[in-house]
Nanobody, 124 residues
Framework: QVQLVESGGGLVQAGGSLRLSCAASGRTFSSYAMGWFRQAPGKEREFVSGIARRLPITQYADSVKGRFTISRDNAKNTLYLQMTSLKPEDTAVYFC?????????????????WGQGTQVTVSS
């Protein structure tokens, strides 16, 4: 199993930036493909970005493409999400998730391991 803890959320003005981190412990971090998801009040959890377990193969939701960058440091057991040009509609709780697999995964049900989430609020 792997345990995940997100950090880096907060309140930011529209147009600002934040970097989220997800610290992993437990089994070897590099065994897991990782993803970022978000959930706004009253909405379903949605895919934001994913990264393969070793090669830097990434994917993004259309809504964040060109503004968000996912990365990972397997030596530090940490996943990152650099968010720029933030918009009020980016406001949500952001979760990191892990799945043991070689691919890239964008469906929440594919991920068995989840962090507790970190709140991101973007004011207009």
């Amino acid at each position: 199993q792997v345990q995940l803890v997100e950090s880096g959320g907060g309140l930011v003005q529209a147009g600002g930036s934040l970097r989220l981190s997800c610290a992993a412990s437990g089994r070897t971090f590099s065994s897991y493909a990782m993803g970022w998801f978000r959930q706004a009040p009253g909405k379903e959890r949605e895919f934001v970005s994913g990264i393969a377990r070793r090669l830097p193969i990434t994917q993004y939701a259309d809504s964040v493409k060109g503004r968000f960058t996912i990365s990972r440091d397997n030596a530090k057991n940490t996943l990152y999400l650099q968010m720029t040009s933030l918009k009020p509609e980016d406001t949500a709780v952001y979760f990191c998730a892990a799945v043991s697999g070689a691919g890239n995964y964008s469906v929440p049900a594919e991920y068995p391991f989840w962090g507790q989430g970190t709140q991101v609020t973007v004011s207009s």
